[in-house]
């Protein structure tokens, strides 16, 4: 799955007198939820694989108004989507209109393998199929989804203005120290790895992501990642070994040297 090519596909339909066939209630309880228990949004998981056009015939057949239909489509992987009613996502972006010109935009700025749209697409099929907790994980992602795709349209529409370049690239950072963060026990990638997903020159990333954080991206994840070793090493249930390989040291001596630089003492001392 890693390797699948993945796409953000669209479609805008209204349906004023859908069909209420049989199997509509199975429909709506095992192919789509509604997740905002007015039909604001609705979503879609289907762990078999489904042609795109089966996927909106049903949802066009069966949910009444006028939505935005979003798929992510990906080789040998579940079908994921949700329906975004039209009313609603005006009162969030300024019109229609700007919906139409912006959202083909974003689907191609998604494409790109340094999207933070495709990090968190891989994360959350890598945490589906192992959880327990697959509602609530279906929920956190459509709304984080959900939250991306309107802040992308919303950056779209003012990408051209020269005064917002900076909000723009101020954005693109905050969303990945937002991730690695939240994958902070992975080992620190490369600052040139965080510069091409946030489309930057390697030097004008560490300039901006200075300029926010006031440290440079590997001593801010460092950071990170020293203070929530000591937060696990008070727990007392993690030897000083399990912690360093947790957190990605080859060797606990590493991660004993590093830490007492931080903290003036060693982690044997907590």
């Known amino acids: 799955m890693i390797g699948a090519m993945i796409f953000l596909k669209f479609r805008f339909f209204d349906r004023a007198n859908p069909i209420q066939s049989a199997d509509y209630k199975w429909l709506i309880d095992e192919c ?23 996927i909106v015939n049903t949802l066009t057949r069966e949910v009444n108004g006028s939505y935005l239909l979003l798929g ?38 998604w494409l790109s393998e340094s999207s933070i749209f495709k990090l968190k697409y891989r994360l959350f099929q890598q945490e589906y199929f192992m959880t327990t907790q697959k509602q609530l994980l279906k929920k956190n992602y459509f709304f984080q989804f959900l939250y991306d795709f309107i802040v992308d349209i919303q950056i779209n529409k003012v990408f051209k203005e020269p005064q917002n370049f900076k909000i723009v690239e101020f954005r693109k950072i905050q969303e990945i120290e937002k991730e ?10 490369p600052v040139r790895e965080m510069a091409r997903m946030a489309g930057m020159s390697v030097s004008k990333f560490k300039l901006l992501f200075f300029e926010i954080y006031g440290e440079s991206p590997h ?52």
């Open 72 to 109: 992510v489509v990906a080789d040998q992987s579940p079908f994921i989507g949700a329906a975004i009613n039209l009313e609603w996502l005006c009162t969030q972006i300024d019109s229609l209109e700007t919906i139409k010109q912006k959202v083909s935009a974003v689907a191609d700025n």
């Open 32 to 54: 789509f939820w509604d997740f905002s228990s007015n039909s604001t949004f609705v979503g879609s998981l289907n762990e078999q694989e489904e042609e795109w056009n089966a």
């Open 219 to 270: 001593q801010y994840i460092l950071d990170k990642k020293l203070l929530y070793a000591r937060k696990l090493l008070q727990t007392g249930q993690y030897s000083i070994t399990q912690i360093a390989y947790k957190l990605g040291y080859n060797h606990p001596s590493g991660f004993t040297r590093i830490y007492k630089k931080k903290f003036n003492s060693p982690p044997s001392e907590i």
């Open 180 to 189: 690695l963060v939240k994958n902070i026990e992975i080992p620190i990638i």
